[in-house]
């Protein structure tokens, strides 16, 4: 099981969209635009094909992380740790000074593996807030948000559970800055309903 931990980390610490940039522009990604190095901030410097390479290559990675984990028969709590592991690797890569991305993408590749439920209904429900509100980063965060719930609600055991919860703090905080955003989503549509009733 720590095998497969520090496999899962350092496969996180692979942090496609630095290289891509850099090996592309010579810049460094985490200098530009939100400062991330996910699939969205690469798209901003290198349009659409960077961003699906980027996405991509990261969901790769953490479904990897436990393959690994999985061939070397660590059993369900080795498979929740690389799921972790996997995540913080990309969030705080060590080459890079542990200054990553915020870790969605890779998250989703490794639930896609762990609780693959939890991670289509995520995915769904994200395209669902984003139709309504046309913000992707709070969409995101909202989804985030649900995936404890399914993760209970799918009936998984207590220990994916707890991993799924886990993994959403974690996204939380790397996309903190988007809560507010998240936040008033909600808040409008209840304004609305509020002023209708009175």
Request: net charge positive; hydrophobic share 55%.
């Amino acid at each position: 099981m720590v095998v497969a931990a520090v496999i899962a980390y350092f496969l996180g610490c692979l942090d496609t969209g630095y290289y891509l940039v850099r090996f592309r522009t010579g810049q460094d990604v985490r200098d530009l635009g939100s400062g991330g190095t996910g699939a969205k901030n690469v798209g901003r410097v290198l349009g659409r094909t960077g961003f699906i390479v980027v996405f991509i290559a990261d969901c790769l990675k953490g479904a990897a992380a436990l393959g690994i984990a999985s061939l070397l028969n660590t059993g369900a709590t080795g498979l929740a740790v690389a799921t972790v592991a996997v995540v913080l690797g990309h969030i705080f890569p060590v080459q890079l000074q542990f200054r990553g991305g915020k870790g969605a993408s890779t998250a989703l590749g490794s639930l896609l593996v762990l609780v693959p439920l939890v991670a289509i209904a995520a995915l769904l429900s994200s395209l669902v807030f984003y139709l309504l509100s046309r913000k992707p980063a709070a969409s995101g965060v909202a989804a985030f948000a649900l995936m404890p719930i399914y993760a209970f609600a799918f009936d998984y055991s207590n220990l994916s559970v707890l991993t799924v919860i886990g993994v959403t703090a974690l996204l939380f905080f790397t996309h903190r800055a988007h809560l507010p955003e998240t936040a008033g989503m909600f808040r409008r549509p209840r304004q609305a309903i509020d002023r209708v009733a009175t």
